[in-house]
């Protein structure tokens, strides 16, 4: 649906996109993360024609629009600020863009009353913005946007002015809704959570280059550089050698002395040293030995509560610092808390290669 190649956007002598390319299917829910000033708001408004490539093309649909007008592209926008007329009702916000195309009476009427169904606004088409919640505003806004069934919907940061519980049943309905529709979305947020619960695919980009394109679980679970593994949720970064291998597995010494196995064809041909990455919630930890490819002993620096996980800080008796997240103690599990001696176990499969050294 959407083809963006070598597409580089230059203000001035700064570059916020720097040399992107990257396919985006029909029906598909594609996500741009980053952090504030990576250029994934910037790749959007190119997209949508509010910003023009310095170099390289876009294509939506098998047309080129690298230098389209807005209006001449089958693309809509939903903005961070909802942009709702205040003086309209929900029904006239809706049918707006459809008056403007000149779509007859009768037909806009059964479309606004077909997708107010579909965004469960029933009952509000007479209210007007001020009349109701932040959550329904928002369903306004994706009502307006997708009534005139434009071949791809851009989402900048939409969620992002909703509280917390809110924004977490907007993120389910925004996916219930795109699977109906199999429309293709593409979605900004600088909100990792958000990315991972809702997208087909992730794009993280960092100081405007795309950093890593894959499915939410690919991004996670096998990050590729330092920086996503470190972006996307939170990773234990650490230094490695190689000190031995014995058939399909290599023996590592990471910093503090720790020694950890990984798959050989993990390791980087002709590297000497590299970044590994660790989930602190791949992390096994108990007061009892453990089964695990690689066991060592270790004491807790310190225990944070947060509420259904704890977080551990270890040191291990060779010096190496790690964090590690476990599920809040029971009646059926042992608590561990700050000064306690405990045992960790790794999986060699949870160990991540991120980079050189």
Not at 17 to 26: G, H, M, Q, R
Not at 260 to 280: F, M, N, Q, Y
Not at 297 to 322: K, Y
Request: hydrophobic content about 45%.
């Amino acid at each position: 649906m959407i083809e963006i190649r070598s597409v580089t956007k230059r203000f001035g002598s700064f570059t916020a996109v720097n040399d992107v390319s990257l396919d985006i299917a029909e029906g598909e829910f594609l996500t741009l993360l980053g952090p504030s000033g990576c250029g994934k708001t910037t790749l959007l408004r190119m997209l949508s024609g509010f910003e023009t490539p310095t170099s390289g093309t876009l294509r939506i649909d098998g047309e080129e629009v690298t230098h389209l007008a807005p209006y001449r592209r089958n693309v809509n926008q939903v903005f961070q600020s909802y942009a709702l007329f205040p003086h309209l009702t929900v029904a006239d916000n809706i049918a707006f863009g459809l008056r403007m195309q000149k779509v007859p009476a009768p037909e806009i009427t059964r479309r606004v009353d077909e997708v107010v169904e579909l965004v469960a606004l029933t009952g509000f088409a007479s209210r007007r913005p001020h009349e109701l919640s932040g959550g329904q505003r928002q369903r306004v806004a994706l009502a307006r946007a997708i009534v005139p069934r434009p071949k791809v919907l851009l989402l900048d940061e939409p969620l992002s002015a909703l509280d917390a519980k809110l924004r977490q049943q907007m993120q389910l309905e925004l996916k219930r809704l795109q699977k109906h529709l199999g429309m293709t979305f593409v979605f900004v947020t600088h909100d990792q959570e958000e990315a991972l619960t809702m997208s087909d695919r992730i794009a993280v980009f960092n100081q405007g280059r795309l950093e890593q394109l894959g499915s939410a679980s690919a991004i996670y679970h096998q990050p590729r550089t330092a920086f996503v593994a470190d972006f996307i949720g939170e990773a234990n970064l650490l230094t490695a050698e190689a000190i031995a291998r014995s058939g399909t597995m290599t023996r590592l010494r990471v910093e503090g002395g720790l020694e950890l196995e990984i798959p050989t064809d993990r390791w980087p041909a002709g590297g000497s040293k590299v970044v590994i990455s660790l989930r602190p919630e791949k992390i096994l930890v108990s007061k009892r030995p453990l089964e695990a490819e690689a066991i060592f002993t270790a004491r807790v620096t310190d225990e944070l509560f947060q509420g259904a996980l704890d977080r551990l800080h270890l040191q291990t008796e060779s010096g190496t610092r790690l964090t590690a997240l476990v599920a809040n103690e029971s009646a059926l599990r042992e608590a561990i808390h700050a000064g306690d001696a405990v045992w960790c176990g790794v999986h060699a499969d949870d160990i991540a290669v991120v980079g050189p050294a």
